[in-house]
């Protein structure tokens, strides 16, 4: 059996897909497959991939199936020991796949894994949290899960395939934003430890296949797949302190903002932050459950 099964997930980044595929096929000490699923790309990734990299195996979807979903269609085919889920907008650093596999050898417990993130000018990418997403309004949801480390940043995540096959890969209610926090929580509800691994460097630019996305949309899909994370994973109770924090938090924005805005001589700026907040707030008011009342006796 092969030791690693790479997943990269494809949308419109064949620049960056170059560079990607270059690193991981100069990798030694260890046996590895390649699965490039492209998302209906308009640029020339899927050409590209074919003609510079005939190893690879290459999935290409019709449609755009988003990030999750994507990335579970390439589980079913791929055949490592452990699955490599790589961002296309990435740079595997020299020795990577070995010391990624001497840590999951050595640290038999841990069923996932991320590695060290870099941006481009080397200086330290956060990819580990030891919280989840507004956990401080949580009411005991998500305690006593097995090790230290909450989530793990999905741009460089190796994990045990028998550990993906556990818990039915990434879910696909998420398209994209949201899963690898999931994923995590999934993980760890199934009795394994989450893992960090410093020595394993890949540098990440971020964010490159949403590029084009225009701030308002970007906003719209983080916050929905805010909201399915915290419906998957909080009671009502603990979503409704999220919704009323959120609100007050916008509308306290608003306020201050409108306050800048009589004196600023350069309003553009102030008012997109506006029209931001006013999204965010009318966001959250919809997400907002109904407070439950106690049935008459």
Known sequence: ????????????????????LHSVFSQTGATFDVWVVDNASSDKSVQFVREQFPQVHLLV????LGFAKANNMALEHATGEFIFYLNPDTQVQPDCFRTMLQFMDTNP???MAGTRLLYPDYSHQNSVEASYPSQRYASGELTGL????????GASLIARRKVMNQVHGFSEAF?????????????????????????AE???????????????????KKLNAAAIL??????????????LAKIRQARWRLLTLSIERLIAKD??????????????LSIFQTLLPQPSTPEPQ
């Not at 097995?146 to 940043?153: N, Q, V």
Request: charged share 20%; aromatic share 12%.
């Open 146 to 153: 097995p090790g230290s480390i909450a989530w793990l940043l």
């Open 61 to 64: 979807s019709p449609e755009n």
């Open 175 to 199: 398209f994209l934003y949201g899963e690898d926090i999931d994923l995590s929580i999934k993980v760890r509800q199934a009795g394994w430890e989450l893992g960090f691994i410093p020595e």
């Open 1 to 20: 059996m092969l030791n690693i099964s790479v997943i990269i997930v494809n949308y419109n980044t064949a620049d960056f897909l170059t560079v990607c």
């Open 109 to 111: 417990s841990v069923g």
């Open 230 to 243: 915290y419906q998957r994973h909080y009671s009502s109770i603990t979503i409704r302190r999220i919704c």
């Open 202 to 220: 890949v540098i990440h630019w971020e964010g490159k296949s949403e590029i084009n996305t225009v701030p308002l949309e970007l906003i719209r």
């Open 267 to 280: 309003k553009t700026n102030i008012a997109a932050k506006i029209e931001r907040y006013k999204f965010i």
